[in-house]
């Protein structure tokens, strides 16, 4: 199936929004949203079952919490992580570490379903040889939010980052390399899997305010789980 290519504009001066799908799809559709990033509809969404045990396993060994920013501020998203280090955010700065600060284990290994499905979506999105060894499990209630960001603690660039949605819909925000830039508004759904690198990898992005809904997956939850090569 040829992607569907759209094209960065304004509505306003600050955000574009995209009138993509109302539901969710599973066809293997593929949204092209600037060159080296493109959304993979459905993608996970044959692998739910298995996906759901394995953030079940991750949650149990090292559960969620709610992260506070270098600034002092309570993220609303809460979040565990799972390979070989995770990232942690506190007073003193963002960074990654090999253990988990609220036990001082070692975070839990990333599932192999997790693995290979980030490795299957880059590969399909024309990056081969992922070798992702940190995976942020984001989960967000109603009203949770990310602000627009850069994921720039990572020692090398040159990976991409996968992003896979489960459960509630979201709006994700993909920007440009400065802040200011114009953002796209891409719904996502459950299954949909993100992925950017190459000269999109800096790109600004984030995930406006989840509005009630409810998902046989998760109820009235949202799962994301991004991938990072983090460490070389």
């Known amino acids: 199936m040829r992607p569907q290519t759209f094209q960065l504009g304004r509505e306003n001066e600050r955000m574009t929004t995209l009138s993509l799908f109302d539901a969710e799809r599973s066809d293997g559709g ?19 079952r298995e996906l759901a045990q394995a953030v079940d396993g991750v949650a149990r060994a090292a559960p969620f919490r709610h992260l506070i920013t270098p600034g002092g501020y309570r993220m609303s998203v809460a979040m565990t992580n799972c390979g070989d280090v995770g990232w942690i955010s506190d007073e003193t700065g963002y960074r990654y570490e090999a253990c988990d600060p609220l036990t001082g284990e070692r975070w ?29 499990v984001n989960r967000y209630e109603p009203r949770a939010r990310l602000s627009l960001h850069q994921d720039k603690d990572e020692q090398d ?18 920007g440009g390399l400065r802040r200011k830039d114009p953002t796209l508004r891409v719904p996502l759904t459950h299954g949909d899997v993100v ?28 799962y994301n789980l991004t991938l990072r090569t983090a460490v070389t």
Do not use: T
């Open 157 to 174: 660039f040159s990976a991409p980052i996968v992003s896979v949605s489960l459960g509630v819909p979201a709006a994700f925000l993909f």
């Open 30 to 48: 593929v949204d092209e949203l600037c060159p080296g990033a493109m959304v993979l509809r459905g993608f996970a969404a044959r692998r739910e």
């Open 195 to 222: 992925v950017w690198g190459g000269p999109a990898r800096l790109r600004y992005h984030g995930v406006l305010a989840l509005k009630q809904a409810e998902h046989p997956f998760a109820g009235a939850l949202r």
């Open 108 to 136: 839990p290994d990333m599932p192999e379903v997790i693995r290979e499905l980030a490795r299957e979506a880059a590969m399909r999105a024309g990056f081969e040889r992922f070798a992702p060894n940190a995976c942020l």
